[in-house]
Protein backbone atom coordinates (compact mmCIF):
# COMPACT_ATOMS: atom_id res chain seq x y z
CA UNK A 1 0.00 0.00 0.00
CA UNK A 2 1.00 3.50 -1.26
CA UNK A 3 2.48 5.35 1.86
CA UNK A 4 3.55 8.88 0.64
CA UNK A 5 1.36 11.20 -1.49
CA UNK A 6 2.89 10.87 -4.67
CA UNK A 7 2.87 7.08 -4.58
CA UNK A 8 -0.63 7.15 -3.68
CA UNK A 9 -0.84 10.02 -6.94
CA UNK A 10 1.50 7.57 -8.97
CA UNK A 11 -0.78 4.59 -8.37
CA UNK A 12 -3.57 6.58 -9.86
CA UNK A 13 -1.31 7.76 -12.65
CA UNK A 14 -0.58 3.86 -13.74
CA UNK A 15 -4.00 2.95 -13.56
CA UNK A 16 -5.17 5.75 -16.11
CA UNK A 17 -2.48 5.03 -18.20
CA UNK A 18 -3.65 1.47 -18.36
CA UNK A 19 -6.94 2.50 -19.21
CA UNK A 20 -5.38 4.00 -22.06
CA UNK A 21 -3.33 1.74 -23.48
CA UNK A 22 -5.47 -1.13 -23.09
CA UNK A 23 -7.90 0.82 -25.46
CA UNK A 24 -4.99 1.34 -27.46
CA UNK A 25 -4.45 -2.61 -27.77
CA UNK A 26 -7.75 -3.24 -28.40
CA UNK A 27 -7.86 -0.87 -31.47
CA UNK A 28 -4.72 -2.51 -32.74
CA UNK A 29 -6.10 -5.82 -32.41
CA UNK A 30 -9.19 -5.30 -33.64
CA UNK A 31 -8.31 -3.32 -36.92
CA UNK A 32 -5.52 -6.27 -37.72
CA UNK A 33 -8.11 -8.64 -37.08
CA UNK A 34 -10.41 -6.96 -39.45
CA UNK A 35 -7.42 -6.75 -42.37
CA UNK A 36 -6.52 -10.27 -41.97
CA UNK A 37 -10.78 -11.33 -42.68
CA UNK A 38 -10.25 -9.31 -45.21
CA UNK A 39 -6.78 -10.79 -46.88
CA UNK A 40 -8.10 -14.36 -46.41
CA UNK A 41 -11.44 -12.98 -48.14
CA UNK A 42 -9.04 -12.11 -51.23
CA UNK A 43 -10.91 -8.05 -50.56
CA UNK A 44 -7.85 -6.23 -51.83
CA UNK A 45 -9.57 -2.87 -52.52
CA UNK A 46 -11.42 -2.88 -49.07
CA UNK A 47 -7.78 -4.02 -47.30
CA UNK A 48 -6.99 -1.13 -48.76
CA UNK A 49 -9.42 1.19 -48.03
CA UNK A 50 -8.74 0.03 -44.48
CA UNK A 51 -5.27 0.78 -44.24
CA UNK A 52 -4.75 3.63 -43.17
CA UNK A 53 -6.53 3.00 -40.22
CA UNK A 54 -4.27 -0.15 -39.68
CA UNK A 55 -1.77 2.22 -39.78
CA UNK A 56 -2.80 4.80 -37.75
CA UNK A 57 -4.14 1.61 -34.51
CA UNK A 58 -0.03 0.60 -35.06
CA UNK A 59 1.67 3.71 -34.78
CA UNK A 60 -0.43 5.00 -31.81
CA UNK A 61 0.26 2.03 -29.75
CA UNK A 62 4.45 2.43 -30.85
CA UNK A 63 4.37 5.64 -30.08
CA UNK A 64 2.70 5.42 -26.50
CA UNK A 65 5.27 2.18 -26.13
CA UNK A 66 2.29 -0.50 -26.01
CA UNK A 67 4.66 -1.86 -29.25
CA UNK A 68 8.23 -1.32 -29.93
CA UNK A 69 9.17 0.52 -33.24
CA UNK A 70 10.89 -2.26 -35.11
CA UNK A 71 7.50 -4.67 -33.89
CA UNK A 72 5.27 -1.89 -35.23
CA UNK A 73 7.57 -1.48 -38.48
CA UNK A 74 7.46 -5.18 -38.86
CA UNK A 75 3.67 -5.48 -38.78
CA UNK A 76 3.15 -2.82 -41.10
CA UNK A 77 5.41 -4.45 -43.74
CA UNK A 78 3.56 -7.81 -43.23
CA UNK A 79 0.64 -6.19 -44.13
CA UNK A 80 1.52 -4.50 -46.92
CA UNK A 81 3.00 -7.60 -48.48
CA UNK A 82 0.39 -9.87 -48.02
CA UNK A 83 -2.18 -6.84 -49.60
CA UNK A 84 0.57 -6.69 -52.45
CA UNK A 85 0.15 -10.30 -52.60
CA UNK A 86 -3.45 -10.47 -53.48
CA UNK A 87 -3.22 -8.34 -57.00
CA UNK A 88 -1.04 -11.33 -57.85
CA UNK A 89 -3.07 -14.32 -57.53
Known amino acids: MAITSSAKKAIGVAERRGVFNARRKKELKD ?34 GVLKANTASRTKSRITKRIAGLGKK
Not at 47 to 60: E, F, G, M, S, T
Open 31 to 64: SLKDMSKLIEAGNQKEAIALLPRVYKAIDKAAKR
